[in-house]
């Protein structure tokens, strides 16, 4: 497969991941489903996914950890603009120190910290979001190898 099957077939997996997450948030009351950090979380898991970076380890504990230093925050230290930095920062050395980086993951503190989310936000959207986008990644990419010819 050329270079243009490969990159519409990414795009049109990605496109899908976050259409069944927008779909759930739309028809159950659950929650949230979907966060802007998982439009770049597709960048890597369905563009580039032998990247170290995209990995499902990567994915799913890297958001999972930031955002609960983001909750932890919210709830126990409050939020200003030295925090905003701190916890930033924490996420980033609690990622390397895990060795569970994934960059997009490192937007979670903040946009949990500015929207005041609790503790159910690492559920949905986190958690499962994250466990949605490295499932649809996986049947995508293993499709991709297949029409490859290299399976």
Same mark, same amino acid.
């Given at each position: 497969?050329?270079?243009?099957?490969?990159?519409?077939?990414?795009?049109?997996?990605?496109?899908?991941?976050?259409?069944?997450?927008?779909?759930?948030?739309?028809?159950?009351? +659950? !929650?949230?489903? /979907?966060? *802007?950090?998982? $439009?770049?979380?597709? %960048?890597?898991?369905? =563009? &580039?996914?032998?990247?170290? @970076?995209?990995?499902?380890?990567?994915?799913? +504990? !890297?958001?999972? /950890?930031? *955002?609960?230093? $983001?909750?932890?925050? %919210?709830?126990?230290? =409050? &939020?200003?603009?030295?925090? @905003?930095?701190?916890?930033?920062?924490?996420?980033?050395?609690?990622? /390397?120190?895990?060795?569970?980086?994934?960059?997009?993951?490192?937007?979670?503190?903040?946009?949990?910290?500015?929207?005041?989310?609790?503790?159910?936000?690492?559920?949905?959207?986190? /958690?499962?979001?994250?466990?949605?986008?490295?499932?649809?990644?996986?049947?995508?990419?293993?499709?991709?190898?297949?029409?490859?010819?290299?399976?």
């Amino acid at each position: 497969m050329n270079q243009y099957g490969v990159a519409l077939i990414s795009g049109l997996g990605a496109a899908v991941a976050i259409g069944l997450l927008s779909l759930a948030e739309n028809l159950t009351s +659950a !929650g949230l489903w /979907l966060m *802007a950090p998982f $439009g770049a979380t597709a %960048v890597l898991v369905f =563009g &580039v996914p032998d990247s170290p @970076l995209a990995q499902p380890k990567n994915v799913i +504990a !890297g958001h999972l /950890l930031t *955002a609960f230093i $983001g909750v932890f925050f %919210v709830s126990f230290i =409050g &939020v200003t603009p030295f925090t @905003l930095g701190l916890a930033s920062g924490l996420a980033v050395s609690v990622m /390397l120190l895990t060795k569970t980086t994934h960059p997009p993951a490192g937007a979670n503190p903040l946009l949990i910290m500015l929207t005041g989310q609790s503790w159910s936000f690492l559920i949905t959207p986190v /958690l499962i979001g994250a466990v949605v986008m490295v499932l649809v990644g996986q049947l995508v990419n293993k499709g991709l190898w297949r029409w490859r010819g290299t399976a």
